[in-house]
């Protein structure tokens, strides 16, 4: 019986060693040479203090800054929580879900009269989406103009500079990245 678990263990010990150590140290390693940025989780960095990543959405709720799309996650922007509601469009909760985030939105600017667009109003996929449409980026800037004092032609062209077009002008949308519109937005007022 010692003659067959002894294979059986050492082969256990090489591939445990193998695809265990060997193989994540390797990838991490790679990952580090050729794409350290990535490879660190995306972290966004100001004035040598990182503020957040690239990849995961923050809570915004002050007026003076653009809002990302909501969160589905509990508590609220818990990344270690990453999922969706999975509500259907038929579901109540869902529609007073988005109600009482379209009322925030009314309350937080009542002269907005256009159409909410819908990624202010529901979660992604992940619930920490970092990346709203342009149209949701459009939709608050009087609302951040407003609440720094500036003017809303000088706040729409920051958002027209953050606007990140079709990659080779087919795949994906466009979209903005709301960390670094208000990182931007910080910086330039």
Excluded at 6 to 22: C, E, F, H, N
Excluded at 27 to 37: D, F, H, L, N, R
Excluded at 117 to 126: E, M, Q, R
Excluded at 134 to 146: D, G, N, T
């Amino acid at each position: 019986m010692l003659t067959e678990i002894r294979p059986a263990l050492l082969v256990l010990l090489l591939l445990t060693l193998l695809t265990g150590i060997a193989y994540p140290l390797a990838v991490t390693g790679i990952a580090q040479v050729a794409m350290p940025a990535k490879a660190n989780g995306s972290l966004v960095i100001t004035n040598g203090k990182t503020v957040g990543s690239s990849l995961i959405g923050q809570c915004w709720d002050d007026p003076k800054w653009f809002w990302g799309r909501p969160s589905a996650t509990t508590p609220a922007c818990n990344g270690a929580a990453s999922s969706g509601s999975n509500l259907g469009p038929s579901n109540p909760a869902l529609r007073e879900a988005v109600q009482k985030r379209i009322e925030a939105l009314q309350q937080a600017d009542p002269t907005a009269k256009d159409l909410v667009p819908a990624d202010l109003v529901t979660t992604s996929a992940s619930g920490l989406d970092p990346d709203i449409s342009p149209e949701a980026a459009y939709f608050q800037v009087h609302r951040v103009a407003l609440s720094r004092g500036l003017g809303d032609d000088a706040v729409r062209k920051l958002v027209e500079q953050h606007v990140t077009p079709r990659w080779l002008g087919l795949f994906g949308e466009p979209h903005v990245q709301v960390l670094q519109l208000n990182l931007a937005l910080e910086q330039g007022h």
